[in-house]
């Protein structure tokens, strides 16, 4: 019987220490984890950061960026704001702006902050490098896209689109009234011509009817309309390959420096000037990277301006009368010529208002690689990141004044001519400022312009459903450039 109950005792007593010690255990791995969590999402008690971590903001605002522009519009003695949980200091602030992008360039590069999801989509493209990567780029493709015979090529491919593929498209929605989503119709639009202006190659994805297109273009197709950046690093892999194949198949093309598609320009230019650097399979990447950089740059970023664009001007009535009015007294003939569109003034003064207010890039940050005070005096840690934020600064009453939410084109025209006056880049960062300003913009306009021009001339846009009762309070899906929550739909009619 001793024996026994010593042996229970001895077994309780190991089954205790094994409680202990599991308990013990587990504490120890809690608080490891917790202290992990708490070096990564610092615990701040203030009421922007509560408001961020609890997601109490979706109370009031339909987006970050909504509660962001609030935040920055009430900021007492600055145009800028701390969120210590995330790091970042975010500011709306021309004169921080200009000193992020300009004067103090050097101590705010892009960094390796950037989601790993976008290093390895990006890879060494121009929008994920610094230093002499990023200059190098930056020099070839501001050469490129700045020549003559690139700008005229592009008017020509976007003119060709808008007559062959858009118009046909919307003209035949509008003749068996047929509710259309404007968003997927400007992506596939913007697609199709960034593919012809960069590589030279057509993927058709606005054609009315289905066509024949390669496999290759088809799988293309496919996977940039893949949504969510989630999924996006499954397809990284199929993407890089796909580009790859672009590269093979223009090669196999003939490429020489008369091609007017940029792959093919900087092809010829890659083989003319790096004879001394450059192997094949380095080379091979680098285009890579130029073609994705490229494809991101030119697609989502126009279809973005368009679709606010026109969800802007089925509200604004008397602006689409206004444009239209200005495209038949400059021209009888519906194809313009560049010359043309560039001098339509209140057409370039409405494209500039729509971006102001619905940005396509819509807040870019850069890392603050030393200790530094921004203009209006902010101190901002070593290590820490920098947000300017264009969809703020655009609903700013001190940079626009109090009808700053207003869409009101005139506000960009002076003098008896009605001429459109440009702003500093620094107060309207749309397509970014300074030393890394967007090389694509006038690209962009043109787009822009030309896509407006031919629309409004043949056909009334209006929104329908719930989306035009909203009263053009979009909600915006997480993404590189912003894109409408379940899209646009219009019902399109001749005019
Ligand atoms: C409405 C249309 C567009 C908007 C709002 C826009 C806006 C921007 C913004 C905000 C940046 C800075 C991005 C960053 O550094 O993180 C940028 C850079 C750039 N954009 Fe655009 N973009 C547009 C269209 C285009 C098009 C059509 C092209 C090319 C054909 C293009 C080519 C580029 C390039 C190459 C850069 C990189 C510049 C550099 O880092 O030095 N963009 N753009």
Redo the contacts with the bound molecule.
Sequence with gaps: MGNLLLSWDLASARWLVGVVYLVVSVCLLATAVALQVARRWPWCGCKVCRAYMSGSWARDFASVSDWYAHLLRRSPTTRTLRVHVLGCTVTADPGNVEYMLRTGFDNFP?GKGVSAILSDLLGGG??NVDGDA?RHQ?KM?SFQ?GSVAVRSYAFRIVSREVDARLMPLLARAGDVGMVVDLQDVFRRFAFDT?CK??FGLDPGLSAVRGMAVSPLLWKMKRLLSVGGEGELKKAIKVVHELANAMIRERRSLGVDNKSPDLLSRFMSAGSGTNTNAMDHDNEDKFLRDIVV??LI??RD??S??LTTLFMLLSKHRAAGAAMRAEATKASDANAMTYEELKALHYTHAAVHES?RLF???QF?SKFCAAADVLPDGTYVDAGSRVMYHPYAMGRMPSIWGDDCEEFRPERWLTGAGATFEPVSFFKY????AGL??????E??IM??KAVCVAVLRAFDVKVVGERAVRECAPVFAPGLSASIQGGLPVKVSRV
């Design positions: 892009k121009i929008f990023w930056r493709a896209l960034i202006i960069s950089s490229f740059a030119g970023t126009i973005s301006g971006l940005p396509p890039v870019d960062p749309v397509f970014q890394r300003v967007c090389l694509g913009k690209l962009a787009e822009m």
